[in-house]
């Protein structure tokens, strides 16, 4: 089941960063972190992962605390579209499948 | 960019009737996903595919649910008999993890959005 802790629901300014909490508290030395969001009824979007060393990509980027237990991901200019639920995941290597959490609703207002 | 594709689109059927869904995973990729969400819930592992067998599979995925690779690019969700409460969408993902981008990232399709009568 989720081992990760996401807040309902949040908002962000057309423009202005996302920056979007997760806790993982009981995470294991070899789980990687993974973001995915979804839009609408859409299938899940992979957005980037990282084991502990921060993470950027073209989408976004991910910052890991040094004890591994919570980490930001971060949308630098969000956009209307960005408007989504985000799910927060942590896994065993790979190999495992993900466990979907209840994730964040993210509202981008004009 | 190669996509998980999923058909069909929509399907409502009567209750006790049997329903299979159709993915075609990324052609590279091997291994294979079934997730659920009903309206409004969270997304559900149902089961995970690889090397022509069963890897994990949820609670939810009983006797009346089974998946099958039939030939080297569809991969099916069978429902024998379907119930009220298997109304949802279905998503299936594919991984190619071991291969040369090895991200562990699951791809998914669009879904398909079973409606049980």
């Known amino acids: 089941d989720a081992k990760t802790t996401q807040p309902t629901s949040m908002d962000c300014a057309e423009g202005r960063a996302a920056n979007l909490p997760c806790n993982h508290s009981t995470i294991s030395g070899n789980e990687y972190v993974y973001w995915y969001r979804q839009i609408h009824s859409q299938g899940p979007q992979y957005i980037i992962h990282g084991l502990k060393n921060n993470e950027t990509n073209e989408m976004a980027s991910l910052i890991i605390t040094e004890d591994r237990k919570s980490s930001t991901l971060i949308l630098p200019h969000a956009t209307l579209r960005d408007t989504a639920v985000y799910y927060c995941i942590v896994r065993v290597s790979l190999g495992n499948q993900f466990y979907f959490g209840t994730g964040t609703s993210l509202t981008v207002i004009p | 960019e190669p996509e998980v594709t999923q058909t069909p689109s929509h399907q409502v059927t009567q209750m006790g009737q049997e329903v299979i869904l159709r993915c075609v995973p990324i052609s590279n990729h091997l291994y294979f996903y079934w997730y659920r969400q009903i309206l409004g819930q969270k997304v559900e592992f149902l089961v995970s595919f690889y090397n022509n067998e069963i890897s994990e599979k949820s609670e939810i995925f009983d006797d009346q649910f089974s998946v099958e690779r039939p030939d080297g690019s569809n991969f099916t969700l069978k429902i024998r008999s379907t119930k009220l409460e298997d109304s949802a969408m279905y998503f299936c993902?594919?991984?190619?993890?071991?291969?040369?981008?090895?991200?562990?990232?699951?791809?998914f399709g669009e879904g398909s959005r079973l409606t049980v009568l």
């Open positions: 993902a594919s991984s190619d993890l071991g291969g040369a981008r090895d991200t562990g990232e699951l791809f």
